[in-house]
C-alpha cells in the first residue's frame, strides 16, 4: 500500500469543544452503555461483552441509593425542613425510600436476568475460536427501531445507533422522572452518554474513511500538485520551499510516497 509521508503530517481544522464532549462521552460510556445495551442488543461479541462489567454496574446500582437517598439536593429541603436532624429523620430508610427507589431495584433485577442471557449468548469453551464473528461486535440492533419511519423516512444505522436507541430510554426516564422514581434521572443520563459516543464513533470512522480517501487523491494528484507545482488544483497543495528544478521534484517522489509494506503484515490487536 502506497503511503504518503507529507499526508500525514498534515493539520486539519478542529472543532475542539465537540472533540472534548465525544472524548468525555467516549472515556465514560462503558457503564452507561451497558445499562442500555443489555436491554436491546443482542448477540454481543465475546470481547465487547464483559460478564464482570456488567456485575461492577449491578453492584454500584445497588449501593448507590442508600448514599443519594440522604442527599440534601434531591428533595425540597429548603422548602420543607428546618434542620438537617428533620430531613433525616423524616428520609430514614422507610416509605419515601421504598417510593422512590422501588423501580431502581426492580430495573437492576431485570438487568440482572438479561445479563445472563447476553453472557449465555457469548459464552464459549475454552480454546474454542469462532472464526465466524468479529469478538468486538456491538450487538444485533432491534429491528423495530428501524420500524418508526419520521415524516416516512426510513432510519439509517447511524441515526438509529446515535438517536432512536437512547431517545427511547430518554423518554422513559422522563417519564419515571415524573413520577418520582430515581431510576429516570439514570436513564436519560446514560442515554445522553450513549448516543454521544456513538457519534463520536461514526466521526472516527468518518474522519479514518476520508483520510483514506484524501491520500489517494493526493498521490494521484502528485504530478500536477508538487512536480509541475499547480497551486490551485483541488486535489491538494504543499506547503514547503520545494527544489526549483522540475526534475528535482519528480526525484523526491519515492522519498514523499513510499511502499507501507507493514499493513500487509498480520499484526495482533492489543
Known amino acids: 500500500m502506497k ?10 481544522r478542529e472543532n475542539h469543544i465537540k472533540n472534548f464532549i465525544y472524548d468525555t462521552a467516549m472515556s465514560l460510556a462503558s457503564y452507561p452503555k451497558a445499562c442500555l445495551e443489555v436491554f436491546i442488543r443482542s448477540n454481543p461479541g465475546e470481547r465487547y461483552f464483559s460478564l464482570a462489567a456488567n456485575l461492577s454496574v449491578a453492584f454500584i446500582l ?7 437517598h440522604k442527599l440534601p439536593f434531591l428533595s425540597d429541603f429548603g422548602a420543607n425542613y428546618n434542620s438537617f436532624q428533620e430531613y433525616n ?20 433485577v ?18 474454542v475460536f469462532d472464526f465466524t464473528k468479529y469478538t468486538k461486535y456491538a450487538g444485533n440492533i432491534d429491528l423495530r427501531f428501524f420500524n418508526f419511519h419520521p415524516l416516512g423516512l426510513q432510519p439509517s444505522i447511524r441515526s438509529v445507533e446515535c438517536i432512536y436507541e437512547p431517545a427511547a430510554f ?21 442515554s445522553i452518554v450513549y448516543g454521544l459516543s456513538y457519534a463520536a464513533l461514526y466521526k472516527q470512522g468518518d474522519n479514518f474513511i476520508m483520510d483514506k480517501i484524501d491520500e489517494q487523491i493526493i ?9 509541475k507545482d499547480h497551486f490551485n488544483d483541488p486535489r491538494g497543495r504543499f506547503h514547503m ?15 514523499i510516497i513510499v ?12
Open 241 to 255: 520551499d520545494k527544489p526549483r528544478d522540475e526534475n528535482l521534484r519528480r526525484k523526491l517522489r519515492d522519498s
Open 89 to 108: 429523620e423524616a428520609h430514614a430508610f422507610g416509605w419515601s425510600f421504598l417510593w422512590h427507589y422501588a423501580s431502581w431495584y426492580a430495573y437492576i
Open 62 to 68: 445497588i449501593v448507590l441509593p442508600l448514599g443519594l
Open 3 to 12: 503511503k504518503n509521508l507529507y499526508f500525514r503530517e498534515q493539520v486539519r
Open 110 to 127: 431485570v438487568f440482572l436476568i438479561f445479563t445472563r442471557r447476553r453472557w449465555l449468548e457469548v459464552r464459549r469453551n475454552p480454546g
Open 219 to 227: 498521490n494521484e494528484g502528485f504530478e500536477d500538485t508538487f512536480v
Open 170 to 190: 430518554f423518554v422513559a426516564g422522563i417519564a419515571l422522572s415524573l413520577l418520582g422514581q430515581r431510576i429516570g434521572a439514570m436513564l436519560m443520563v446514560s
Open 259 to 270: 511502499d507501507d509494506r507493514r499493513n500487509d503484515e498480520i499484526t495482533f490487536a492489543e
